[in-house]
């Protein structure tokens, strides 16, 4: 693993570069925090990290970084990178790749646990964010008339999915909620999810609807378009990638749902909601 000083004499290590990550330099930020700075690649971001944050197709993951000197990053080639002054030559273990192999017969298998994973997922999310849908709650008694008529809207949104009318879903969902990704766009990026899933394993010609929500689901926020662009191409974060993974072994899937909850005040969770609800649809066709 590649060490180097940067300014200050902070050693840093790469432990992670992102397989899809471009090429190219990149120093106009678009947002920063603690742990995460976020840059501008078109209309969408790609983020360098720290070590709290799992791997992703477009992040960079470094250790002992002090995140307040870091302004530009850079890719050159496939396993060369420069964060500021200070070049790294990654080796393929260093590379996250997102891809999943599907054995034959894969569907099958997630169809068999998508109840499972329903109840589970109604037992780690109980009263947050969108799990209402899928738990079939009805408004609190302290609900406000804004909070109820936010909690239809989701609901016209989530009934829409279910019976396929996509261009109404996207209609009620998009943008709706609040927070650097409303709830609407994460349960439409988990939608694509499943859907996409479903598509690959299933042998369904979904593209035509998957192509329609990409295009339909389109914001002015970059977050919230890198989340578009890695749920229709299938670009796993890692904490999905273990979740996909183990729907088609014999792996632990309430730890896998608890990590993805973990992500985002509510944004894990809203994005499984949209994720168990594709693969819903999917079932039924």
Known sequence: MMKANVTGG????????????????????????????NFHWEDRIISLCDESVLPAPLRIIVGNLRIEQVKSVRRIDEFTIWIEKERFELTPQQIYDPAVVFKSGAWKTIVAKIGELTKIYNT???GKGLQYLLGGQS??????????????????????????????????????????????????????????LAEQTAKLDLAETRQFIYSYSFSQSPIVNTLRYQSYNALYPQEWRDLVTTLVSNGDLRASVKAIVATGETSGSDMLAGFITGLAFAAKA
């Open 10 to 37: 902070a050693e840093i290590q790469v432990l992670s570069l992102g397989k899809q990550f471009p090429q190219g330099r990149f120093e106009r930020v678009q947002s920063r925090f603690e742990r995460v700075i």
């Open 124 to 126: 780690v999310c109980r």
């Open 139 to 196: 408004d609190p008694a302290s609900a406000g008339p804004l909070e109820k008529a936010l909690r239809r809207r989701f609901r016209e949104g989530y009934e829409a999915c279910l019976a396929g009318n996509f261009k109404a879903a996207i209609s009620c969902l998009r943008g709706l909620g609040g927070g650097l990704t409303p709830a609407g766009d994460d349960f439409l990026a988990g939608l694509q999810t499943g859907l996409g």
